[in-house]
């Protein structure tokens, strides 16, 4: 009788000890798991404010041609910029090979184009875009491969504070007039894009 007392008790023993080990077990394995899942969360959220921090922007510089703003910008895009930036512009080649020649005005925007997928291939540099960007068609290709290659894009647009006096001041030229009055007319707003007005 002692003998199965024993045995009984030795049955319960282990058991309990078996039980024991069993929940300590659990405790440690959910203590592991929530370490990891910390630890796996902090890597996360690091690499994402890393990404974020290093993210660059693609600045489409949007403005009425008749406003003849271009050298203000570049001025104002000189002192908020620093110099880890780059402005990719089919003026400045139309400007260097001399006068504007419209047919000239494809292979131009291939050049731009080119370079820009070079620069955003490289990952250094915020880019300021000073073509036309009047229609949406002419910078969406911009905004696309910005998005593609992990850029940020962001419309600039400058207005000037005396544009009916710059209006007024092409009434002398009956064409120049005309065409100031038709970029008006024509001119796209763009809410889907992030875009930051500023005057000049």
Known sequence: MSNLKSYDSNILSNFYMSYVNFYHFLIIMFYL???CSLIAYAYYKIDLALKKSNKKNVYIVRRLPFLKLDD???????????????????????????????????????IVLKSYIKTLSKGEHDIYILNRNQYKWEYIPYVLLAKKFNYEPIILEFVSTDMMKSLNDTKNNELEYKKSLEQIKKYEIDNKLCTKRISV
């Open 33 to 35: 798991i929530t370490g």
């Open 72 to 110: 203000n910008i570049r001025d104002i895009i000189k002192s908020s910029s620093g110099r880890n930036y780059r402005i990719l512009s089919t003026y400045d080649l139309i400007e260097k090979n001399g006068e504007f020649d419209v047919r000239n005005l494809a292979k131009y925007s291939s």
